[in-house]
């Protein structure tokens, strides 16, 4: 079963660093959808594309976060000069364009920011 | 402001049990899923909705999506310990292709 992953599973960064973590989606969807969840909330809408064009970025998505979808199938999430308050979990789901109701989700990415 | 507000926030039953969870907003949404989260892993999808008054049923749990679009119900028949887990409801507008989530019913079923 190839569902949506996410890579790492885990990240502890300090203050400061740079992090990138990687989604690969369901083969043969072409939709791709960043989340952020924090502790005791619901994930939250960062970022989407549609193959490898960013449609749609969050207000949450300051200027240190940058989406990439290069080829138009696995997508990466840099976070630049992270801060404590980055720490989640950053969650990738992926969907096709005729379902666009259905979004898969993968297992996250957990990041703590020391 | 929450647009999805859940509810209850927590809830601890004994296995056997009946329970309700409610999903509610003075939006209109053009779908809305039911999701379930086991800590530290993300969101299984457990049903869409998309149609007025539309009830769906997955072995114990039924589904239902409000007549106005407005809200939603999950209830769970004879719950059992598996069933522990945040079960978050989630909303797409028309016109968008973000989904919105509610920040969740966390369940508890005890042996």
């Known amino acids: 079963d190839t569902g949506v992953s996410q890579d790492p599973r885990h990240k502890i960064t300090k203050r400061g660093q740079n992090v990138t973590f990687r989604c690969d989606p369901i083969?043969?969807?072409?939709?791709l959808y960043w989340y952020r969840q924090t502790l005791g909330q619901g994930p939250e809408f960062l970022t989407y594309?549609?193959?490898?064009?960013?449609?749609?970025k969050s207000r949450l998505l300051s200027d240190r976060f940058s989406a990439e979808r290069p080829k138009g199938s696995f997508s990466t999430l840099e976070i630049q000069r992270t801060e404590q308050g980055d720490s989640a979990m950053y969650l990738c789901a992926s969907t096709w364009s005729g379902s666009k109701d259905t979004q898969y989700f993968g297992p996250g990415t957990r990041l703590t920011v020391l | 402001t929450q647009l999805l507000e859940q509810s209850p926030q927590f809830l601890s039953i004994q296995e056997g049990e009946n329970l309700t969870v409610y999903c509610n907003s003075s939006s209109v949404f053009s779908s809305l899923q039911w999701y379930r989260q086991e800590p530290g892993e993300g969101p299984v999808l457990l049903v869409t909705v998309v149609t007025g008054g539309e009830v769906k049923k997955l072995k114990r749990l039924t589904f239902q999506f409000g007549d106005a679009r407005k809200d939603s119900s999950l209830h769970i028949t004879a719950a059992q310990p598996g069933d522990t887990g945040l079960y978050l409801c989630?909303?797409?507008?028309?016109?968008?292709?973000?989904?919105?989530f509610g920040k969740g019913t966390k369940l508890t079923v005890n042996p």
């Open positions: 989630a909303g797409r507008k028309g016109g968008s292709e973000k989904l919105v």
């Open positions: 083969s043969e969807h072409n939709r």
């Open positions: 594309f549609q193959n490898e064009a960013q449609l749609e």
